[in-house]
Protein backbone atom coordinates (compact mmCIF):
# COMPACT_ATOMS: atom_id res chain seq x y z
CA UNK A 1 0.00 0.00 0.00
CA UNK A 2 1.93 3.21 -1.24
CA UNK A 3 -1.31 6.02 -1.37
CA UNK A 4 -1.77 7.93 2.01
CA UNK A 5 -4.78 8.39 3.39
CA UNK A 6 -5.84 12.06 4.43
CA UNK A 7 -6.06 10.76 8.15
CA UNK A 8 -2.60 9.24 7.50
CA UNK A 9 -0.96 12.25 6.18
CA UNK A 10 -2.51 14.54 9.18
CA UNK A 11 -0.86 12.31 11.70
CA UNK A 12 2.14 12.51 9.65
CA UNK A 13 2.31 16.47 10.10
CA UNK A 14 0.99 16.15 13.23
CA UNK A 15 3.99 14.36 14.43
CA UNK A 16 6.20 16.56 12.33
CA UNK A 17 5.03 19.63 13.56
CA UNK A 18 5.38 19.00 17.59
CA UNK A 19 7.70 20.75 19.00
CA UNK A 20 10.00 17.96 20.30
CA UNK A 21 10.51 17.24 16.28
CA UNK A 22 10.95 20.24 14.97
CA UNK A 23 13.56 21.40 17.30
CA UNK A 24 15.72 17.99 16.30
CA UNK A 25 15.61 18.24 12.78
CA UNK A 26 18.61 19.66 11.23
CA UNK A 27 18.53 18.96 7.65
CA UNK A 28 21.81 16.69 7.51
CA UNK A 29 22.39 12.75 8.06
CA UNK A 30 21.59 12.67 11.88
CA UNK A 31 18.00 13.74 10.63
CA UNK A 32 17.72 9.78 9.92
CA UNK A 33 17.49 8.74 13.52
CA UNK A 34 14.31 11.22 13.99
CA UNK A 35 12.40 9.66 10.98
CA UNK A 36 12.82 6.78 12.77
CA UNK A 37 11.28 8.36 15.56
CA UNK A 38 8.44 9.33 13.61
CA UNK A 39 8.03 5.88 12.08
CA UNK A 40 7.31 4.44 15.62
CA UNK A 41 5.37 7.19 16.47
CA UNK A 42 3.14 6.79 13.27
CA UNK A 43 2.98 2.87 14.14
CA UNK A 44 1.86 3.40 17.34
CA UNK A 45 -1.11 5.70 16.12
CA UNK A 46 -1.95 2.93 14.25
CA UNK A 47 -0.20 4.25 11.12
CA UNK A 48 2.23 1.48 9.49
CA UNK A 49 4.76 3.27 7.07
CA UNK A 50 8.68 2.42 6.62
CA UNK A 51 11.27 4.78 6.78
CA UNK A 52 11.35 5.34 3.13
CA UNK A 53 8.06 6.13 2.77
CA UNK A 54 7.84 8.57 5.77
CA UNK A 55 10.87 10.97 4.01
CA UNK A 56 9.46 10.70 0.56
CA UNK A 57 5.87 12.10 1.65
CA UNK A 58 7.38 14.19 3.65
CA UNK A 59 9.57 15.63 1.09
CA UNK A 60 6.79 15.73 -1.31
CA UNK A 61 4.38 17.64 1.10
CA UNK A 62 7.11 20.11 1.85
CA UNK A 63 7.08 20.78 -2.58
CA UNK A 64 3.55 21.09 -2.66
CA UNK A 65 3.49 23.07 0.17
CA UNK A 66 6.23 25.76 -1.31
CA UNK A 67 3.64 26.11 -4.17
CA UNK A 68 0.95 26.86 -2.75
CA UNK A 69 2.69 29.23 -0.02
CA UNK A 70 4.44 31.18 -3.24
CA UNK A 71 1.08 31.25 -5.03
CA UNK A 72 -0.58 32.90 -1.44
CA UNK A 73 2.34 35.54 -1.58
CA UNK A 74 1.72 36.41 -5.34
CA UNK A 75 -2.39 36.54 -4.94
CA UNK A 76 -2.18 37.90 -1.31
CA UNK A 77 -5.13 36.20 -0.31
CA UNK A 78 -5.06 34.80 3.43
CA UNK A 79 -7.21 31.59 1.91
CA UNK A 80 -5.43 28.54 0.68
CA UNK A 81 -7.77 25.66 -1.25
CA UNK A 82 -6.06 23.15 0.21
CA UNK A 83 -6.80 20.75 3.50
CA UNK A 84 -2.89 20.63 4.86
CA UNK A 85 -1.95 23.97 4.25
CA UNK A 86 -1.90 24.86 7.86
CA UNK A 87 -0.21 21.78 9.43
CA UNK A 88 2.04 21.89 6.37
CA UNK A 89 3.32 26.44 7.74
CA UNK A 90 3.52 25.16 11.29
CA UNK A 91 5.55 21.83 10.29
CA UNK A 92 7.90 23.78 7.17
CA UNK A 93 6.78 27.33 7.73
CA UNK A 94 9.65 28.71 9.46
CA UNK A 95 12.56 26.37 8.36
CA UNK A 96 14.59 23.80 10.35
CA UNK A 97 14.74 24.88 14.14
CA UNK A 98 17.50 25.46 15.83
CA UNK A 99 18.84 23.47 18.62
CA UNK A 100 18.17 25.67 21.64
CA UNK A 101 20.77 24.09 23.87
CA UNK A 102 23.42 24.58 21.58
CA UNK A 103 25.44 27.68 22.88
CA UNK A 104 26.17 30.41 21.00
CA UNK A 105 29.37 31.17 20.53
CA UNK A 106 30.26 35.19 21.52
CA UNK A 107 31.11 37.94 18.22
CA UNK A 108 34.73 38.28 18.48
CA UNK A 109 36.52 41.60 18.80
CA UNK A 110 37.43 43.59 15.88
CA UNK A 111 40.93 42.99 14.84
CA UNK A 112 42.75 46.45 16.25
CA UNK A 113 44.01 48.43 13.64
CA UNK A 114 47.56 48.25 12.31
CA UNK A 115 49.96 51.03 12.53
CA UNK A 116 50.43 53.33 9.47
CA UNK A 117 53.66 52.32 7.31
CA UNK A 118 56.73 54.44 8.18
CA UNK A 119 57.01 57.16 5.81
CA UNK A 120 59.87 56.85 3.13
CA UNK A 121 63.76 58.36 3.80
CA UNK A 122 63.97 61.71 2.15
CA UNK A 123 65.71 61.56 -1.46
CA UNK A 124 69.33 62.01 -1.41
CA UNK A 125 70.92 65.47 -2.46
CA UNK A 126 72.00 65.56 -6.14
CA UNK A 127 75.65 66.70 -5.99
CA UNK A 128 76.24 69.54 -8.92
CA UNK A 129 79.15 66.05 -10.24
CA UNK A 130 75.52 64.44 -11.75
CA UNK A 131 74.31 65.85 -15.24
CA UNK A 132 70.69 66.46 -14.93
CA UNK A 133 69.26 64.19 -17.96
CA UNK A 134 66.31 65.42 -19.50
CA UNK A 135 64.03 63.03 -20.98
CA UNK A 136 61.89 63.83 -24.45
CA UNK A 137 60.51 63.20 -27.84
CA UNK A 138 62.33 61.38 -29.83
CA UNK A 139 61.34 63.77 -32.43
CA UNK A 140 62.98 66.44 -30.54
CA UNK A 141 66.54 65.44 -29.85
CA UNK A 142 69.18 65.09 -32.52
CA UNK A 143 70.70 61.57 -33.40
CA UNK A 144 74.17 63.26 -33.36
CA UNK A 145 73.61 64.40 -29.78
CA UNK A 146 72.42 60.55 -28.59
CA UNK A 147 75.41 58.91 -31.28
CA UNK A 148 78.03 61.77 -28.90
CA UNK A 149 76.28 60.52 -25.65
CA UNK A 150 76.21 56.74 -26.19
CA UNK A 151 79.07 56.19 -28.64
CA UNK A 152 79.17 53.41 -30.95
CA UNK A 153 77.15 50.52 -30.68
CA UNK A 154 78.63 46.91 -31.41
CA UNK A 155 76.71 44.72 -32.72
CA UNK A 156 76.59 41.30 -31.42
CA UNK A 157 75.74 38.10 -33.46
CA UNK A 158 73.05 36.07 -32.34
CA UNK A 159 75.23 32.68 -32.01
CA UNK A 160 77.14 34.01 -29.63
CA UNK A 161 75.02 35.01 -27.15
CA UNK A 162 74.54 31.35 -25.48
CA UNK A 163 77.75 29.37 -24.58
CA UNK A 164 78.10 25.73 -25.30
CA UNK A 165 77.04 24.83 -21.52
CA UNK A 166 73.76 26.88 -21.75
CA UNK A 167 72.89 24.99 -24.74
CA UNK A 168 73.65 21.82 -23.19
CA UNK A 169 71.04 23.35 -20.64
CA UNK A 170 68.51 24.22 -22.61
CA UNK A 171 68.21 21.08 -24.70
CA UNK A 172 66.94 19.12 -21.78
CA UNK A 173 63.97 21.20 -20.69
CA UNK A 174 62.92 21.16 -24.24
CA UNK A 175 62.64 17.45 -24.58
CA UNK A 176 60.80 17.53 -21.57
CA UNK A 177 57.54 19.51 -22.94
CA UNK A 178 57.42 16.89 -26.09
CA UNK A 179 53.91 16.87 -27.53
CA UNK A 180 52.55 13.18 -27.43
CA UNK A 181 52.55 11.61 -30.66
CA UNK A 182 49.43 10.09 -32.19
CA UNK A 183 50.97 6.34 -31.99
CA UNK A 184 51.21 6.99 -28.36
CA UNK A 185 47.30 8.00 -28.37
CA UNK A 186 46.66 4.90 -30.78
CA UNK A 187 48.23 2.71 -27.97
CA UNK A 188 46.41 4.11 -24.93
CA UNK A 189 42.75 3.97 -26.68
CA UNK A 190 43.92 -0.11 -27.59
CA UNK A 191 44.76 -0.25 -24.20
CA UNK A 192 41.44 1.23 -22.87
CA UNK A 193 39.50 -0.73 -25.71
CA UNK A 194 41.21 -4.57 -24.43
CA UNK A 195 40.40 -3.71 -20.83
CA UNK A 196 36.80 -2.75 -21.97
CA UNK A 197 36.64 -6.08 -23.56
CA UNK A 198 38.13 -8.14 -21.16
CA UNK A 199 35.45 -6.43 -18.26
CA UNK A 200 32.96 -7.06 -21.01
CA UNK A 201 33.75 -10.76 -20.80
CA UNK A 202 34.03 -11.32 -17.30
CA UNK A 203 30.67 -9.52 -16.65
CA UNK A 204 29.01 -12.32 -19.56
CA UNK A 205 30.64 -15.02 -17.83
CA UNK A 206 29.43 -13.94 -14.28
CA UNK A 207 25.67 -13.71 -16.10
CA UNK A 208 25.80 -17.02 -17.30
CA UNK A 209 27.04 -18.63 -14.63
CA UNK A 210 24.11 -16.84 -12.30
CA UNK A 211 21.93 -18.23 -14.52
CA UNK A 212 23.34 -21.53 -14.56
CA UNK A 213 22.81 -21.36 -10.79
CA UNK A 214 19.51 -19.58 -10.75
CA UNK A 215 18.19 -22.81 -13.38
CA UNK A 216 19.54 -25.00 -11.09
CA UNK A 217 17.91 -24.15 -8.06
CA UNK A 218 14.11 -24.08 -9.96
CA UNK A 219 15.15 -27.20 -11.27
CA UNK A 220 15.56 -28.81 -7.69
CA UNK A 221 12.72 -26.93 -6.55
CA UNK A 222 10.69 -28.24 -9.51
CA UNK A 223 11.86 -32.04 -8.13
CA UNK A 224 11.00 -31.43 -4.46
CA UNK A 225 7.45 -30.12 -5.74
CA UNK A 226 6.95 -33.49 -7.55
CA UNK A 227 8.37 -35.68 -5.09
CA UNK A 228 6.21 -34.18 -2.68
CA UNK A 229 2.59 -34.46 -5.04
CA UNK A 230 3.79 -37.79 -5.79
CA UNK A 231 4.12 -38.83 -1.98
CA UNK A 232 0.50 -37.26 -1.17
CA UNK A 233 -0.74 -38.83 -4.19
CA UNK A 234 0.77 -42.45 -3.03
CA UNK A 235 -1.13 -41.54 0.73
CA UNK A 236 -4.11 -40.78 -0.98
CA UNK A 237 -4.57 -43.96 -2.65
CA UNK A 238 -3.43 -46.51 0.14
CA UNK A 239 -6.21 -43.98 2.71
CA UNK A 240 -9.12 -44.60 -0.55
CA UNK A 241 -8.37 -48.44 -0.34
CA UNK A 242 -8.35 -48.73 3.57
CA UNK A 243 -11.76 -46.83 3.23
CA UNK A 244 -12.95 -48.98 0.88
CA UNK A 245 -11.60 -52.01 2.11
CA UNK A 246 -13.23 -51.09 5.99
CA UNK A 247 -16.70 -49.78 4.01
CA UNK A 248 -16.99 -53.19 2.37
CA UNK A 249 -16.28 -55.18 5.84
CA UNK A 250 -19.04 -52.90 7.19
CA UNK A 251 -21.41 -53.86 4.74
CA UNK A 252 -20.78 -57.76 5.02
CA UNK A 253 -20.92 -57.37 8.94
CA UNK A 254 -24.82 -55.50 8.17
CA UNK A 255 -25.97 -58.40 5.46
CA UNK A 256 -24.91 -60.72 8.37
CA UNK A 257 -26.78 -59.39 11.00
CA UNK A 258 -30.18 -58.44 8.85
CA UNK A 259 -30.05 -62.29 7.47
CA UNK A 260 -29.45 -63.44 11.54
CA UNK A 261 -32.63 -61.73 12.57
CA UNK A 262 -35.34 -62.82 9.61
CA UNK A 263 -37.17 -66.16 10.20
CA UNK A 264 -36.36 -69.24 8.35
CA UNK A 265 -37.63 -70.43 5.50
CA UNK A 266 -38.31 -74.08 6.16
CA UNK A 267 -41.28 -76.05 7.25
CA UNK A 268 -41.54 -77.22 10.51
CA UNK A 269 -41.46 -80.57 10.97
CA UNK A 270 -44.95 -82.14 11.62
CA UNK A 271 -46.21 -84.21 14.93
Not at 22 to 32: M, N
Not at 215 to 222: E, G
Request: include cysteine; glycine fraction near 4%; hydrophobic fraction near 30%.
Amino acid sequence: MHNWQENEIKELLTIRGSEPIRTQITGTVKDSVVYNRMTKLLAERGVYRSHMQVISKLKALRKQYSKYHQQKIRCGSDRVDWPFYEQCHRAFGNGPAVNPGKRQRSPSPPPAPSPPPPLPPPPPDISDKHQEVVVGLWDEVDEREINKDLGPVEVEDDEEQYSPEQIEQIQPINATYTVPSKRRKTTVMQQVSKLVTATVAQLREMDAAMQAQEDARLQRLMDHEREMQNNLLSQLTAMHERISRENHERHVELVDRILSRLPSTSAPPGP
